[in-house]
């Protein structure tokens, strides 16, 4: 299961580093196209450190829910769901906190260039909150794959992405002309809708039953050991 948590990883790394990608891509036909992408490349960085530390969340929640569902421990699953959400959670919040404080200073780690800074600093509440989503809604991705909801994630993943956040981007960036900000608020409209479709199907899941099923799949892949004969082969 690590080695399929992993899996799962790498493949989500690509869906979300390939949709960022078609949205700095987007940034670049923008007004003032150095500013633009510069600062959208800025705001991504800051996100994508964050979004390091909720990664690990992810396969730990992952690991941990498949494992205790193999157990046949739904209180378990529950109390490992209310843990990692919570903790990650928590680190989301000091992040946003911190970066809407330093919302004026937080470019100049990566540009001296004030038009850039002042860009950065007009994006700064909307990645504060990229980044306070994103400590919710790779451990939700994480829950449903431990616990066999994997082709839900899938398409979720997919249909928020390119269908929900990079038209949205394109409709608000460029129709609506808010230029950068449009690609954001695209971005975190993708994010959301990520994180309420999987918060719903988790909320309804039952966790006893997902124990039973999990139970039935270990019963078709585990070999019984061979009976034992009565006689022992060296009673002649």
Same mark, same amino acid.
């Given at each position: 299961?690590?080695?399929?948590?992993?899996?799962? !990883?790498?493949?989500? @790394?690509?869906? !979300?580093? #390939?949709?960022?990608?078609?949205?700095?891509?987007? =940034?670049?036909?923008?007004?003032?196209?150095?500013?633009? $992408?510069?600062?959208?490349? &800025?705001?991504?960085?800051?996100?994508?450190?964050?979004?390091?530390?909720?990664?690990?969340?992810?396969?730990?929640?992952?690991?941990?829910?498949? +494992?205790?569902?193999?157990?046949? @421990? =739904?209180?378990?699953? !529950?109390?490992?769901?209310?843990? &990692?959400?919570?903790?990650?959670?928590?680190?989301? &919040?000091?992040?946003?906190?911190?970066?809407?404080?330093?919302? +004026?200073?937080?470019?100049? /780690?990566?540009?001296?260039?004030?038009?850039?800074?002042?860009?950065? *600093?007009?994006?700064? $509440?909307?990645?504060?909150?990229?980044? /306070?989503?994103?400590?919710?809604?790779?451990?939700?991705?994480?829950?449903?794959?431990?616990?066999?909801?994997?082709?839900?994630?899938?398409?979720?993943?997919?249909?928020?992405?390119?269908?929900? %956040?990079?038209?949205?981007?394109? /409709?608000? %960036?460029?129709?609506?002309?808010?230029?950068?900000?449009?690609?954001? $608020?695209?971005?975190? *409209? %993708?994010?959301?809708?990520?994180?309420?479709?999987?918060? #719903?199907?988790?909320?309804?899941?039952?966790?006893?039953?997902?124990?039973? !099923?999990?139970?039935?799949?270990?019963?078709?892949?585990?070999?019984?050991?061979?009976?034992?004969?009565?006689?022992?082969?060296?009673?002649?």
């Amino acid at each position: 299961m690590h080695h399929y948590c992993n899996s799962f !990883k790498s493949t989500w @790394n690509s869906l !979300k580093l #390939w949709y960022y990608s078609i949205l700095v891509l987007m =940034a670049g036909y923008m007004k003032n196209a150095i500013v633009a $992408i510069a600062a959208f490349s &800025i705001c991504l960085n800051i996100n994508a450190w964050e979004f390091m530390v909720c990664l690990g969340f992810l396969v730990a929640a992952c690991v941990r829910v498949s +494992n205790e569902l193999g157990r046949g @421990n =739904a209180e378990a699953v !529950k109390f490992a769901i209310k843990t &990692i959400l919570g903790t990650s959670t928590s680190i989301g &919040i000091v992040l946003w906190i911190l970066c809407t404080v330093f919302r +004026n200073q937080i470019s100049y /780690l990566f540009s001296s260039d004030e038009e850039v800074a002042e860009t950065v *600093s007009s994006l700064s $509440i909307f990645f504060a909150f990229a980044i /306070l989503l994103n400590s919710v809604q790779p451990v939700l991705s994480g829950i449903a794959t431990g616990a066999g909801l994997q082709s839900i994630v899938a398409y979720v993943n997919l249909g928020c992405y390119y269908i929900i %956040g990079i038209p949205m981007g394109i /409709l608000v %960036g460029y129709i609506a002309d808010l230029q950068v900000k449009g690609l954001w $608020i695209g971005l975190m *409209s %993708g994010v959301v809708m990520q994180s309420l479709i999987l918060g #719903w199907f988790l909320w309804k899941t039952d966790w006893d039953e997902q124990v039973r !099923k999990a139970s039935e799949r270990l019963n078709r892949w585990l070999l019984k050991p061979p009976e034992e004969d009565n006689e022992s082969p060296f009673d002649a």
